[in-house]
């Protein structure tokens, strides 16, 4: 199955013109007010695509829930730098530092409300940040495939200095069995040698 961050397509609705057809929408373009999603999940990946593409994380800020049966009826999705958080906080004269914030009260989002039908629509959209935003490059995180292709690099990679260490090793025992061999002839050389002087010598006297 082809996924929705390899072809760039995803499939919504569009409610222009008071009709609702199925149709494609290339995840290139950014959320607009009305464009219609089949579920908050669905939703929710689109906004993290197109924040991944434009530079900026995202997270959950609020949900609402039915009165009647509990299910999720709305959902605010924004930037992870939505809000603020006090760095420190004094008491008396004693300061209580605190972790760094990342918040910097920023109001990018998207508001999504599930409709009669069922269908989840955007009905609000706020495009400008009030920080920079920094493009990820897709390679910072590999995907499965990417990670399985490097794992079967390697896994070749490693067989084959496995064979060259195997080979490596057979040369070895090949040669060490040649200096045996020619150890071996060499003493018997040097023994022959020193009997042969001592039969000299024994015939002399």
Same mark, same amino acid.
């Given at each position: 199955m082809e996924s929705l961050m390899e072809d760039k397509v995803a499939t919504t609705e569009s409610s222009a013109g008071g009709e609702s057809g199925l149709c494609e929408v290339d995840t290139n373009q950014e959320p607009y007010e009305g464009m219609i999603f089949e579920s908050d999940e669905a939703a929710k990946a689109f906004y993290d695509e197109y924040a991944r593409r434009v530079g900026f994380l995202t997270r959950i800020i609020s949900s609402r829930k039915s009165e009647r049966? *509990?299910?999720i009826i709305s959902r605010r999705l924004a930037c992870n730098k939505e809000g603020f958080n006090l760095n420190n906080q004094k008491t008396g004269r004693v300061r209580i $530092?605190? $972790?760094?914030? !990342? /918040?910097? *009260?920023? @109001?990018? @989002?998207?508001l999504v409300k /599930?409709? !009669?039908? *069922? !269908?989840?629509v +955007?009905? !609000?959209? +706020? /495009?400008?940040?009030n920080h920079p935003l920094v493009i990820s490059s897709r390679n910072s995180r590999p995907t499965p495939d990417e990670k399985d292709r490097k794992i079967r690099e390697l896994s070749t990679e490693?067989? /084959?200095a496995n064979q060259r260490l195997a080979a490596c090793r057979e040369q070895l025992r090949t040669f060490m069995a040649y200096i045996e061999e020619h150890t071996e002839s060499l003493s018997r050389t040097v023994e022959n040698i020193i009997h042969n002087i001592k039969e000299i010598e024994s015939e002399d006297k």
């Open positions: 049966d *509990g299910s $530092r605190k $972790r760094e914030s !990342k /918040r910097e *009260g920023c @109001m990018a @989002m998207i /599930r409709e !009669k039908i *069922g !269908k989840w +955007v009905t !609000k959209f +706020v /495009r400008e940040h490693l067989h /084959r």
